[in-house]
C-alpha cells in the first residue's frame, strides 16, 4: 500500500505561484503513473495533470494548460507547478498514483491518494 502525502498549499494572490508537493512512502513509486486532481466542497473532484510512469505523457486539463506543469524525480516525489493562478483555481488539491502506469484523466483509474492540501487564491 503506497501513502501519498501532499505538501506546498497555502493562500496568494491571483497571479502568483505555488509548488505542490506529492511524497509517496515508498521508493518504488516509479513504477506508478502519476496524477493531481482538485476537489471544491460539494463538487466532485476535477482532473487537474497526471505524468505517467516514464514522464513521456503528461495531459492537463484544458483549465490549466499552460499555467502548471507537472514533473517527477524517481525517488518519491512528483511535483504541481501553479504558475498565473486565478481564485478558480482555489480547492483541496489531491495527488494519486495509478498502479497500472498509465495516468489518465478519471479518478476511479487511480488507486492510491493523499489527503489533499489546500489552495485559496485571492483575488
Known amino acids: 500500500q503506497v501513502q501519498l502525502s501532499e505538501s506546498g498549499g497555502g493562500l496568494v494572490q491571483a497571479g502568483g505561484s505555488l509548488r505542490l508537493s506529492c511524497a509517496a512512502s515508498e521508493r518504488t513509486f516509479g513504477v506508478y503513473a502519476m496524477g493531481w486532481f482538485r476537489q471544491a466542497p460539494g463538487k466532485e473532484r476535477e482532473f487537474v495533470a497526471a505524468?505517467?510512469?516514464?514522464?513521456?505523457?503528461s495531459p492537463f486539463a484544458d483549465s490549466v494548460k499552460g499555467r502548471f506543469g507537472i514533473s517527477r524525480d524517481y525517488e518519491n516525489k512528483v511535483f504541481l507547478e501553479m504558475h498565473s493562478l486565478k481564485p478558480e483555481d482555489t480547492d483541496v488539491y489531491y495527488c494519486?498514483?495509478?498502479?497500472?502506469?498509465?495516468?489518465?484523466?478519471?479518478?476511479?483509474?487511480?488507486?492510491?491518494w493523499g489527503q489533499g492540501t489546500q489552495v485559496t487564491v485571492s483575488s
Open positions: 505524468i505517467s510512469q516514464y514522464g513521456h505523457d
Open positions: 494519486a498514483a495509478d498502479r497500472n502506469g498509465n495516468g489518465g484523466r478519471f479518478s476511479h483509474e487511480y488507486h492510491y
